[in-house]
């Protein structure tokens, strides 16, 4: 089992003006962990807010959330990378647990199965995107899963191994199918899911969730990757 110290942990926050939910989920990252934050663009102050309350910020041009995590997993230097929104939907000390799973080698993926504490947190809208996504991820890869939120940990050579080419909606997704397809142990656990600060830059609306799902059923139709001949690294 892998031991977890507070310099092995980095954590990926893609952001996209989000100025007004900066401190609340920087607050919340564990003690001596490495916050990334991914500035994709902000025109809010939201890279200098970062800075000033102690996260590294990493500048990626290139607009597409896929961009921004990945961006934040190349920047990553620890044993393990988790990913986050930015938004103060999710709490990212509960981040914790799921990289006690990964290290104890109980999962190679820990995903956070969303569950709303309020009627507005998951707009239905963004709920039937994401009850149809993993209805055809189960019939691409037989995961049974219920979400394929943002929120994820896994060790950064086995992820990097991945070789994800996404940078746009389909990133998230495409991790968990090469992951899949690689034989990995893909573990959901429930985490409570708040209103957001702000409004969602990819399922804020029916148009940006219909774009989402079209990203991400091109991810579905790949032919599996050459990584899943090597599994877990």
């Known amino acids: 089992m892998a031991v977890v110290t507070a310099d092995t942990v980095d954590v990926v926050l893609p952001c996209l003006n989000e100025a007004g939910a900066l401190p609340w989920v920087l607050a919340r990252i564990p003690a001596g962990w490495r916050a990334l934050v991914v500035d994709n663009g902000s025109t809010d102050g939201s890279a200098d807010i970062a800075r000033s309350l102690g996260a590294t910020v990493v500048a990626e041009p290139r607009r597409g959330f896929g961009a921004a995590c990945h961006a934040g997993l190349l920047a990553a230097e620890a044993q393990f990378v988790c990913f986050c929104d930015c938004d103060a939907s999710l709490d990212p000390g509960l981040l914790a647990g799921f990289v006690r799973a990964v290290a104890a080698g109980e999962a190679d993926l820990v995903l956070g199965r969303r569950r709303p504490r309020s009627r507005g947190a998951w707009p239905l809208h963004a709920r039937a995107g ?20 943002p929120m994820r940990a896994a060790r950064r050579e086995a992820l990097l191994g991945l070789d994800l080419t996404d940078r746009r909606s389909g990133y998230p997704l495409q991790m968990v199918v090469r992951a899949a397809d690689a034989g990995w142990r893909v573990r959901e656990q429930d985490v409570p899911y708040l209103p957001r600060t702000g409004k969602s830059k990819v399922t804020g609306t029916w148009r940006g969730t219909w774009h989402a799902v079209r990203d991400m059923r091109a991810v579905l139709a790949e032919l599996p990757h050459a990584t899943a001949l090597g599994g877990v690294r």
């Open 130 to 149: 994401n009850l149809a996504l993993c209805r055809m991820l189960r019939r691409r890869t037989a995961l049974r899963l219920h979400d394929l939120g």
